[in-house]
């Protein structure tokens, strides 16, 4: 998709609906927009550390970028949830924000996901926070071929937005490192396992992934031993979103850097240097 | 002058003059922080502002520091970027006009060597699109064991004496505040012919993850900008009036138009925005257009004449 094809960000502030308990240090943010374009599963915005007061606050100062978990349309408008995990001091303020508060809020940011195309199997892997970016693909994938969707976390309470998940024509499995849901260890052990069922002559899945660096990069390596496209959702510190600071670079496997914002979040896994990437 | 009366910001004179240009308000955005212009045009209307200074140019596209390249500090970031860039050929050829003709653009220029600062001049001085060239000067000199030319006053003399040779236009240097006085770079730049100043560059910096015991930053070392190095800026911008009649552009940390009116009343005729446009892309213009109502409120008729407006403290005449 070319840059023209994204809709044209904008700077707006938002409203809160809800932020609520998710379990855990898990929340959930709704925001009322009154001017939105609608994003693409995978896009992504920058919010405020905070609610904004009567007094601007500097500290803490930048924007923490947020995958958008779901969009509504409202009218020219639309409401949006974003599932965060509280991490630090910007989270810890998010998350003082109750309903009615103001938020600077700018997006649709980045490039999302490439669909894979009607009837192809997709199998999406999340771990941690990285869930919240695979909500939209799964709803879209879903009406387009069979999904598999494969969870990691540290434990139950780690786990972000499931049962929405349940909600969805997919089929879902859960790994948790302490066995507290699902199997006992890895999402990616679950991957090995899907990936390795295949018999030749299956029509080969399209693998999403969106979570911590060592996850992607072992589902990354799972995908290149067998030939499977995948694609990964990556995540670096960034100050603007839209590609001016420079500071969200991830090193790409044929040298150079590409910047998370503005040439992703997205990535074709075959693209980036896993052993640069921090 | 305070108190007035309400006069109607709109009949404010907002213009400005900076090292000969002449500018349709006093704000800029500083360099490093704006892009090439273009990415900035969703958010606000371009020809709004006093005008842009581009991304720092070298002589040839230049790749930037390994991640991670930024951090947060208390009311600040920290970025070591290490300027990258599309190089000063591309720049004219692709990113200058894809830019609105009625846009303000002042180039920056940043090299390793002197001689490379020149060249990159002498390729932007015959640009009529480029209003001003800007002379990054808190790069890391290798011939002078990697000493910032701002930092030793020789060095910063004989960069601005090779840049004003190479360019007839208007040409500022700007400053790195990494220096015991500032006064004394101001001095050197209006011995050798430059025609404006803008201060300050960002503070050199570190922070540490205390998890893994590491920089937190590739390079180690960092530029620290934002509020917090607001009243740094200030104090710099401040002696440096004092010290010169060289037009000066103000920058570090601005967030309003009354932290850009600080700056003027310092001895600034312009100002540059930088970290902020990162936080709220459409903020340069908000302070533009606030500076202007800062000015009918005050019963300044012209913009210009809040530049060294500063009062003396009560029973502190200088």
Redo the contacts between chains.
């Keep these: 998709m070319g840059p023209g094809d994204l809709p044209?960000?904008?700077?707006i502030t938002a409203h809160v609906l809800f932020n609520r308990v998710e379990g855990g240090l898990n929340r959930r943010l709704g925001l009322a927009l009154a001017r939105w374009p609608t994003s693409e599963a995978g896009q992504f915005v920058m919010l405020?550390p905070g609610p904004l007061g009567p007094v601007?606050r500097?500290?803490?100062?930048?924007?923490r970028p947020m995958a958008v978990y779901r969009e509504r349309r409202a009218g020219a408008g639309a409401e949006l949830e974003i599932l965060y995990k509280l991490h630090g001091r910007g989270t810890q303020l998010i998350a003082s924000a109750r309903v009615g508060d103001a938020l600077?809020l700018?997006g649709p940011l980045g490039r999302g996901f490439a669909l894979a195309p009607p009837g192809a199997p997709a199998i999406l892997v999340g771990g941690g926070t990285g869930i919240a970016s695979l909500y939209a693909l799964a709803r879209e994938l879903a009406a387009r071929g069979p999904v598999q969707v494969l969870f990691g976390a540290r434990s139950a309470d780690d786990l972000m937005g499931v049962s929405d998940f349940e909600g969805l024509p997919v089929e879902l499995a859960c790994a948790t490192e302490d066995g507290s849901r699902g199997a006992r260890g890895l999402a990616t052990a679950l991957l090995e396992q899907r990936l390795a069922r295949a018999t030749p002559g299956d029509a080969s899945p399209w693998v999403y992934a969106c979570g911590p660096t060592p996850m992607m990069r072992r589902c990354a390596a799972l995908c290149a031993e067998r030939g499977v496209r995948c694609a990964v959702s990556l995540e670096?510190?960034?100050?603007?979103g839209?590609?001016?600071?420079?500071?969200?670079?991830?090193?790409l496997a044929g040298g150079?850097?590409a910047l998370v914002c503005r040439d992703g979040p997205v990535f074709d896994a075959a693209r980036v240097d896993w052993e640069?990437?921090? | 002058m305070s108190g007035a009366g309400a006069a109607d910001a709109d009949a404010v004179d907002s213009r400005v003059r900076l090292a000969g240009v002449e500018l349709r308000n006093p704000v800029l955005t500083a360099s490093g922080t704006f892009g090439y212009g273009t990415e900035f045009a969703p958010f606000l209307d371009l020809t709004r502002l006093g005008g842009f200074v581009a991304k720092s140019l070298t002589l040839l596209p230049r790749q930037g520091n390994p991640p991670p390249r930024i951090a947060e500090a208390p009311s600040g970031m920290l970025n070591a970027i290490s300027l990258e860039n599309v190089g000063v050929d591309v720049f004219l050829r692709e990113k200058l006009p894809a830019l609105p003709p009625a846009v303000v653009v002042i180039a920056s220029a940043f090299e390793t060597e002197i001689a490379r600062y020149a060249e990159v001049c002498k390729r932007l001085a015959g640009e009529p699109r480029i209003a001003a060239i800007e002379i990054n000067a808190s790069c890391p000199h290798v011939e002078a064991g990697g000493i910032e030319f701002g930092q030793d006053p020789r060095v910063l003399a004989e960069l601005v004496r090779a840049v004003r040779a190479a360019t007839p236009g208007p040409l500022l240097i700007k400053l790195t505040p990494n220096v015991t006085s500032i006064a004394e770079m101001a001095r050197v730049c209006e011995g050798e012919g430059a025609d404006g100043i803008s201060l300050i560059n960002a503070l050199q910096a570190m922070e540490v993850d205390v998890e893994t015991r590491r920089p937190v930053l590739s390079n180690r070392l960092g530029g620290l900008s934002g509020p917090a190095i607001r009243p740094i800026a200030l104090r710099m911008v401040w002696q440096a009036a004092q010290a010169v009649k060289l037009p000066i552009c103000g920058i570090g940390g601005i967030t309003s138009a009354e932290d850009a009116v600080k700056f003027l009343l310092c001895g600034a005729s312009a100002v540059q925005v930088g970290t902020q446009n990162y936080l709220d892309p459409t903020r340069a213009q908000a302070i533009a257009e606030g500076i202007a109502a800062y000015a009918a409120r005050h019963g300044f008729a012209r913009v210009a004449d809040l530049t060294g407006a500063l009062e003396d403290p009560p029973g502190k005449p200088r």
């Design positions: 044209s960000p904008l700077r405020s601007w500097s500290d803490p100062l930048l924007p600077a700018v670096q510190p960034m100050a603007c839209f590609g001016v600071c420079l500071g969200c670079a991830a090193p150079g850097v640069g990437l921090r």
